[in-house]
């Protein structure tokens, strides 16, 4: 009879070094995510000029309120609720796609990995959400907006690190960037479960027969854009009409896309259209929903209304507070009362300053506030403020923090990117490879020889001065003054 194999003690490190095809993954998906998190701030921005000089307001209202679309297919919609109905539905495609990702490959893949950033983000929403009822049962004020700092804007939170320019070290990197995919899969459960009012179970019916048509299609190797991209604005439409938002169809479509590469393929087909449709999420969808979201009046009352009015103070410190609290302490209840232990090159200062740059809401923060204050438009730009006004403050002192934090951030950048062998792959991912130690053991051979070659030629120089002084050195030196 076998004896049963012993099971594992071995502590595992929380925010170890990546593997190398999820270090490339990870450095391609966070390029994009930068760069698209740059458009989005410079949107917003716009937005917020746009509609607070006097003589652009009433333009920048007129344009997000202008009505078209078919309206015998129920889509007469504003461009306002074209962005966020439509547009984010391209964004959570993507969510979806890097979901499945880490389900099947990535880190959620091995549950004792999934460990850490499951437990950081549910407590991540946790807190917020508990941040901002507790105020509001303090201060009388509207238990709806419950969930909205309860999101991470993964985009924001990149392009915050692009400005400061700090290098945060993969593992950290990889972290912040699944833990914003598990906390867009619970925004989207909330969106979901919370924020449908009513169900047209015939258009729902529909959308679930379109999404079996898209699965199957799948499944049969049937490819081009001509035929999903038809299929995939008839689900979304069906999904609208059925009373679900209409972003789970694009988070359903993307669960549904092959994620891991079949034999003789270097990338998957998901990879392959998550390549695709990430620029456009990310430098489009987004940012043309935060030019028509993030316009709201701002003046120096509607700003100290953000601290006194309860719903808004709730968003400010649910976003500052609770955020920061619940990812800092989930990681560390996680690091305490299981195997996960912090990496031996971090400091939980370094995660603290994480935690806070995961504070910055606003994409989803932003849509979940029309959702939950709809009808009430004063209150959701109120909101809308709070959201703002708590990124910034996350932001600036997530800033703070990590410039602090930001010459140990750079050591470990260096030692994870070093390739003195020049072949293209950092030095830490070859040390079992023999290759790679012949390789350097010539690099170094060719060095030393060099530096006997300047050696004996700066010995030569320095005999050659010493045979043109008369007498030599020593006669020199014992010559009277």
Known sequence: MT?????????????????????????????????????????????????????????YESISHFRFGPAALGLDLSVEHWAADGLLAIFFFVAGIELKRELVAGDLKDPRAAALPVIAALCGMAAPAAVYALTNLVGGGSLDGWAVPTATDIAFALAVLAVIGTSLPGALRAFLLTLAVVDDLFAILIIAVFFTDHLNFAALGGALAGLLVFWLLLRKGVRGWYVFVPLGLVIWGLMYNSGVHATIAGVAMGLMLRCTPREGEER????????????????????????????????????????????????????VVGKTVGIFGGTWLTARFTRASLSDDLEWADVFALATLAGIGFTVSLLIDELAFDGDPTLTDEVKAAVLTGSLIAAALATVLLKIRNARYRRLYEAEERDEDLDGIPDVYEQDDPAYHLRMADILEHKAAEHRRIAEEKEAERARRLAEVPGGAGEQNDSPA
């Open 3 to 59: 004896a049963p194999r012993p099971r594992s003690t071995a502590t595992r490190k929380a925010f170890g070094r990546l593997s190398l095809p999820e270090r490339n993954f990870v450095a391609d998906a966070l390029r994009t995510e930068t760069v698209g998190g740059v458009l989005l701030l410079v949107a917003a921005l716009a937005a917020l000029v746009w509609a607070n000089i006097p003589a652009l307001h009433a333009g």
């Open 268 to 319: 998957s087909s998901g990879e392959r259209i998550e390549h695709l449709v990430r620029p456009v999420s990310a430098g489009l969808a987004v940012p043309l929903f935060a030019l028509f979201s993030a316009g709201v009046s701002l003046s120096g009352g509607a700003l100290a209304d953000v601290f006194t009015r309860p719903e808004t103070l709730g968003v400010v410190l649910g976003l």
